[in-house]
């Protein structure tokens, strides 16, 4: 694709897009987090100030950091947060460092496309067969189910992304650079 | 293939996965699929997702999230600022003092951080600089923070305990106060070596006219007090069976966060974007880990790899020491590399039979596993603490903090010793307020 590679081309496009979506994706998921926070104050409340019984809270926080964790695995992705063990990439050149990022990016990357293709069949089943939680709630489970979708496909747009990255040099493989020479 | 063969193809696969760089998670889980795709066929893959989402949906796990957001509103807070100083102020008559009021703070923040890392770069800010300017070594004032900081993952709340709670169905609750007197235990070791090695190089105290007010000192409490009433709270809440862990977690970060607004008033949006942020990207980053390890132990036990490591150990019929030796140096060279929550997850399925047939009790093996962890956040090459030690005091070189930390790994190898010889250090706390088991 001619001028893809240009300041404002294509793939710059693609880059701030997927980027201000991870970001939003991610201060969404902050959010469900203090959500959860708060709704669990309102459990302990209900339950063990005024007595009385509590029917969505427990399944409304769990949903919560469940939806958290699958929403915001790509900004978190996207800020280097996703933990993973450098020794090798530290004590390699930089030639095969960059061979070594390719190969796990694409690897995760198709970890990512896989588990988002299954979460995708299983939440279209739990809204075609209307599952309710067996809770005393008994929750619509596609609802809570579509973060796992969600979250992957954002996901894999953020692999993507940091794979186009990776390979037109406009970050180097695993992060090391001059900003993470630690010695 | 036998399931020997299969158990050892999967775990250097594995190994080999996780040391290439690739996110602990996506790694776990990239693994799990490619196996299942070998060992059982394409309509294996069937159960992936519900098997990954059914991971994360435990009301246990929603603990997590809520004592990572204890320690993010404290750790960007200047609280660790304010209890390093109260210490000081009290303290620093004492021998050594600057020194017990920078491990006892470590102390003191882990009670209130279930991390390792928030709980050394809190105290560090402060301590670091503050005994490098009285004259402290270079290797003694970056060494013990970095070894008061793995208190973190000791002294509850604990994330790490949290983890092998729910790896191995043992009770949260009984771990947590199983690392209070190991945790106090370790804390006086570091004192005493601390103590020792500035004693034969020679004390650095404050100026001998220096001396600090009794307004001073009663000054500092305000600020310390309502933290240190949390602890209490989340303490007894959790103990006095009024809540469960996620409850009292969940309270006590709501709490936490209220504290930091009133008193440091952090009541800007970007205060608190902050606690939120990396209250989200902590959590975000161990549940993954998380999801990625339940798909990889239903691989582990639907192709009964588990099981078969487990009955081989036990067919080898080593002395049940020799076989806790083996088992401590085989989570060391894990913690060499690998990041606490993975190994623990990844490991625990496995180990947890392998304990309880040889007899060990699993909330003491959970001490262990714990403090076997904590030599893995100052030991190098991953060594967490030692590189946020680093960015704190960057004209140290590496290699000076990492020889300061030598003498912290023999103590949390002493602390192994004592506790295997007095198991009772662990178990004795939890059996006492609630009741043995079995």
Redesign the interface.
């Known amino acids: 694709m001619r001028g893809a590679n240009r300041p404002g081309g294509a793939v710059d496009g693609y880059l701030r897009a997927v980027g201000l979506l991870s970001r939003a994706a991610g201060v969404f998921a902050a959010g469900l987090i203090a959500f959860g926070v708060l709704v669990i104050c309102d459990m302990v409340i209900e339950r063990y100030l005024l007595g009385r019984d509590t029917v969505w809270q427990i399944d409304v926080v769990t949903y919560c950091v469940v939806a958290a964790t699958f929403i915001g695995s790509a900004y978190v992705l996207k800020t280097r947060g996703h933990v993973n063990v450098d020794v090798l990439p530290l004590h390699v050149g930089p030639r095969v460092r960059f061979w070594l990022a390719l190969a796990t990016g694409l690897l995760a990357l198709a970890f990512c496309v896989v588990l988002f293709v299954l979460g995708s069949l299983y939440w279209h089943e739990a809204w075609a067969n209307n599952w309710r939680s067996d809770t005393v709630w008994r929750a619509r489970l596609w609802i809570p189910y579509a973060a796992m979708p969600v979250g992957l496909g954002l996901l894999v747009l953020q692999y993507v992304a940091e794979l186009i990255c990776l390979v037109t040099g406009r970050t180097p493989p695993f992060g090391i650079g001059a900003d993470r020479l630690r010695e | 293939m036998s399931p020997t063969q299969e158990g050892a193809l999967v775990l250097i696969v594995t190994l080999a996965m996780?040391?290439?760089?690739?996110?602990?998670?996506?790694?776990l889980?990239?693994v799990s699929?490619v196996f299942l795709l070998i060992f059982q066929g394409f309509d294996a893959?069937?159960v992936?997702?519900?098997t990954?989402?059914s991971g994360?949906?435990?009301?246990t796990?929603?603990s997590i999230?809520?004592f990572v957001?204890m320690g993010a509103a404290i750790g960007s807070s200047p609280a660790g600022k304010d209890l390093y100083e109260a210490l000081d102020r009290w303290l620093y008559r004492l021998p050594g003092g600057l020194v017990i009021s920078n491990l006892g703070a470590c102390a003191i923040f882990a009670a209130l951080t279930g991390s390792s890392p928030a709980c050394c770069a809190a105290i560090g800010k402060m301590g670091i600089p503050e005994m490098r300017r009285r004259g402290y070594p270079d290797d003694i004032a970056t060494g013990s923070i970095c070894a008061g900081g793995t208190l973190g993952i000791l002294i509850p709340p604990s994330i790490t305990f949290i983890l092998y709670g729910i790896a191995t169905e043992t009770s949260i609750g009984r771990l947590f106060l199983a690392g209070v007197l190991p945790g106090l235990l370790l804390t006086g070791l570091f004192m005493l070596w601390t103590l020792f090695i500035i004693w034969k190089r020679g004390f650095r105290t404050h100026a001998p006219d220096f001396r600090y007010s009794w307004r001073e000192k009663f000054q500092s409490i305000p600020k310390i007090a309502p933290f240190l009433a949390i602890i209490v709270g989340v303490i007894y809440v959790l103990y006095g069976g009024?809540?469960t862990p996620?409850?009292a977690?969940?309270?006590g970060?709501?709490l936490c966060?209220t504290l930091a607004v009133v008193i440091y008033r952090m009541w800007r949006a970007k205060d608190w974007?902050l606690i939120?942020?990396d209250?989200?990207?902590?959590?975000?980053?161990i549940?993954?880990?998380i999801?990625a390890a339940v798909l990889f132990g239903y691989v582990l036990t639907s192709l009964y790899l588990t099981q078969t490591l487990a009955q081989a150990v036990a067919d080898m019929h080593v002395n049940r020491w020799v076989l806790m030796g083996i088992i401590n140096l085989f989570l060391l060279v894990c913690g060499f590399?690998?990041?606490p929550?993975?190994i623990i997850l990844m490991t625990s399925p496995i180990l947890y039979p392998i304990i309880r047939a040889a007899g060990f009790d699993p909330v003491w093996f959970g001490v262990i596993l714990t403090i076997n962890m904590e030599v893995g956040l100052i030991h190098p090459?991953?060594g967490l603490n030692i590189?946020i030690v680093?960015s704190i005091a960057p004209d140290v070189?590496?290699?000076r903090v990492m020889w300061g930390t030598i003498p912290y790994v023999l103590c949390m190898f002493l602390a192994i010793v004592i506790l295997s010889v007095f198991p009772e250090i662990a178990t004795w706390l939890p059996n006492h307020l609630m009741g043995a088991v079995r």
């Open positions: 996780l040391l290439s760089g690739v996110p602990v998670a996506f790694g889980g990239a699929i893959l069937q992936v997702a519900e990954f989402y994360l949906n435990e009301f796990l929603v999230p809520m957001m009024v809540a996620s409850e977690a969940g309270v970060a709501a966060v974007w939120l942020r209250t989200m990207r902590e959590s975000v980053m549940l993954t880990i999801a590399f690998i990041p929550a993975a090459p991953v590189y680093n070189p590496v290699t």
